[in-house]
């Protein structure tokens, strides 16, 4: 087993005129579980073949264990890799896609690999196919294949490519719980690359999230969900995606409100609970995105219900998910959603009234870097409050 | 019935029978005139010229007999083509291999023009090249060689060859290969392990399109050829004497130079429609 450094690792494609990855630095414990994340073509991908091996990075360092590894070949990297089309080699049955790497680069016996090729089929489950060809399997059953591929190499790292993207949802699932428990249990190094934010979230002790070629930010899944480093981290991770209105800061009647900029009179009050957050680094006159998580907007049928400050709104659609309902409603011409108690189902076009707490609020200033994330100890504690309960902000930069 | 009928605006049975009578008529077209040579060289002379052509006769195996053991013999000839045809086979499928691998993997500037430039070279007749590779073999000592026809095949036949591998190497996932890297095999290995067994159907097209060229080329056999290297082409047109055509042993070599491509073709067809890439990689 070993840690995975990755320095000011950049990749150029076409001369350089597309920046696949900019001057990434990452490093991976060793028997970590990193999840990158990023939507298509954030190069997420590449920076998980520059690893393998399979692209040469233009500018940087990658070393596995104490070894840089940028001359070597992928074979010499003593990793192993699943791809997101499971790359099983046709012509061959289970047994051999599975011992075809230790074939090629161990010196075992016909007997030990075999041996060593059912311990792994029997770990995955795979028992009785292993005299199947790779053509006759289902998708999760080649998956698992695909699996027990890298696994029976016991490599230095696993690198996984998107490996559930051809499943079905309830089998991905299903093989995110495995690949975790496998993962565990034999405490190998990995990396895994996901466009999926929830993969990322269940699966990651750490997530990087990635976008344009640049690492926006890495952390425990919770920190990043919590404190986002900026607005694209915040709309990325998190479903459904944080509500955000953009928004001014004025000054009346001696309080700081946040004002949206579009038609809608959308404001809010920072000072109305008193309890003013001095380091806030805000001043009259700043443009900042004020963004709020669905699960901490609190909506309620009569006014009456809240105590501080709240906003009328017409409900748009109701997406009834049976645990909670997903209520969609427009703030300051965005579409807002809220996830609320499955109790509360109001009709579309209805009249509602909604506020968040303090302690909810996001912030980003214009660059879109986060000014202050939300600071509620338990999510749930969202629905329990109904009026603005000021708190001290975080400061996240 | 009705359904399809309105849809297509043809009525049923045009729309039912029609490719089958279509297909019946190509199939006379292709088929009868070797439906004829076949039964013309077991024919003795007199009848193969009677009119209206009679379909019960005594069948004669005697041009066959003659063929072999007769003046003349059509073996040396047969064995000629054999050895060229391989040769040719051969030395077209490993070429094309490694030139069609290449030009689907390798990322290289100008790949299109580079490949068009290959096919290009097949667009000249043959007869342009004859004369100055003549000259060519002449220097080269490659004239009335098995050698030399092989190459003069193999030109010709390699950019189909080239092109036709491409096409198949471009069906095979290039995700195979990297995991056969990562797995611990080489570059080579890759190629000879996972990529090379998949490319199996087309080594054999274009081992089949060779042969065929080969076996059934005429002027480069007739032109870099004298007794020794001479092929079944030759002995055929051989049988046009001054005294006359031998019409029946024509026929008889006609049938002996089409049966073992009719065979060959059959034999391969099957593994030609397989799956290529065997449901490698679901997409």
């Known amino acids: 087993m070993a840690q995975i450094a990755l320095n000011h690792v950049s990749k150029a494609f076409n001369n350089g005129s597309i920046v696949a990855v900019n001057d990434l630095s990452l490093e991976i414990e060793d028997e970590e579980f990193l999840v990158l994340v990023g939507p298509s073509g954030c190069g997420k991908s590449t920076t998980l073949r520059m690893i393998a091996g399979l692209e040469d990075p233009t500018g940087g360092d990658i070393s596995i264990g104490t070894t840089r590894v940028n001359n070597l070949e992928p074979r010499e990297r003593d990793i192993a890799m699943v791809f997101q089309n499971y790359a099983l080699y046709p012509h061959m049955n289970v047994r051999e896609n599975i011992g075809f790497g230790l074939r090629l680069s161990t010196d075992l016996s016909d007997a030990d690999i075999e041996e060593r090729v059912e311990d792994v089929a029997s770990l995955l489950e795979i028992g009785e196919l292993l005299d199947k060809k790779p053509k006759s399997l289902s998708g999760g059953q080649q998956q698992r294949v695909a699996l027990g591929r890298a696994i029976v190499r016991d490599p230095e790292a696993f690198l996984f490519d998107e490996p559930l993207s051809n499943l079905d949802a309830k089998l991905r699932k299903q093989m995110r719980t495995e690949i975790s428990r496998i993962q565990e249990q034999l405490g190998v190094t990995s990396i895994y690359v996901t466009h999926d934010q929830e993969e990322a979230m269940t699966m990651g002790d750490r997530i990087a999230v990635m976008n344009d070629g640049t690492l926006q930010q890495i952390g425990e899944p919770n920190e990043v969900y919590n404190h986002p480093a900026n607005q694209f981290v915040a709309g990325f991770i998190g479903s459904p995606s944080m509500n955000t209105v953009e928004a001014e800061a004025v000054r009346r009647d001696g309080q700081t409100v946040l004002e949206s900029v579009t038609s809608d009179a959308f404001t809010y009050d920072l000072d109305a609970t008193g309890d003013t957050n001095a380091d806030l680094p805000i001043e009259v006159g700043d443009r900042v995105t004020v963004g709020v998580r669905p699960e901490d907007v609190v909506l309620r049928a009569e006014a009456a219900a809240f105590e501080g400050q709240h906003h009328t709104t017409t409900v748009d659609v109701v997406e009834p998910l049976g645990s909670d309902n997903l209520l969609y409603f427009d703030v300051g011409s965005r579409t807002w959603t809220a996830r609320v108690s499955p109790g509360f189902e109001p009709e579309s076009g209805t009249s509602v009234h909604f506020s968040f707490p303090r302690k909810a609020l996001y912030i980003f200033d214009e660059e879109g870097t986060t000014v202050e994330s939300r600071n509620l100890a338990d999510p749930a504690e969202a629905r329990q409050v109904t009026h603005g309960d000021g708190g001290d902000g975080v400061v996240n930069t | ?283």
Not at chain 2, 4 to 31: D, E, K, N, Q
Request: no cysteine; aromatic share 12%.
């Open chain 2, 1 to 283: 019935m009705s359904k399809s009928t309105a849809s297509s605006g043809l009525p049923g049975p045009v729309r039912r029978y029609g490719p089958y009578a279509f297909l019946g008529v190509v199939a006379i077209w292709t088929l009868l005139p070797l439906f004829w040579m076949a039964i013309s060289s077991l024919k003795i002379r007199r009848s193969m010229f009677e009119f209206p052509p009679t379909i019960f006769f005594d069948p004669t195996l005697q041009y066959y007999v003659d063929m072999f053991m007769g003046s003349n013999p059509v073996t040396p000839f047969l064995i000629n083509s054999i050895i060229v045809a391989l040769g040719t086979a051969v030395l077209s499928v490993s070429l094309g291999t490694v030139g069609g691998y290449g030009l689907s993997r390798l990322d290289l500037r100008g790949k299109k023009h580079l490949a068009f430039w290959i096919i290009s070279t097949r667009m000249a007749p043959i007869v342009v090249v004859v004369i100055p590779l003549f000259y060519l073999y002449s220097y080269l000592n490659l004239l009335n060689t098995h050698l030399g026809l092989i190459i003069a095949h193999t030109t010709f036949n390699l950019p189909f060859a080239i092109w036709l591998m491409r096409s198949f190497f471009d069906e095979v996932p290039e995700a195979l290969e990297e995991a056969a890297r990562i797995d611990g095999a080489t570059k080579w290995e890759a190629f000879r392990k996972v990529s090379l067994p998949l490319v199996w159907p087309g080594m054999g097209a274009t081992a089949i399109i060779a042969i065929v060229f080969s076996w059934n080329d005429f002027i480069f056999a007739l032109i870099f050829t004298s007794n020794a290297t001479q092929t079944m082409p030759i002995a055929a047109s051989q049988l046009v004497t001054q005294t006359g055509t031998l019409w029946g042993r024509v026929m008889a070599t006609g049938v002996v130079i089409l049966l073992p491509m009719v065979t060959f073709g059959v034999i391969v067809k099957r593994h030609l429609v397989s799956g290529l890439t065997m449901g490698a990689v679901k997409e």
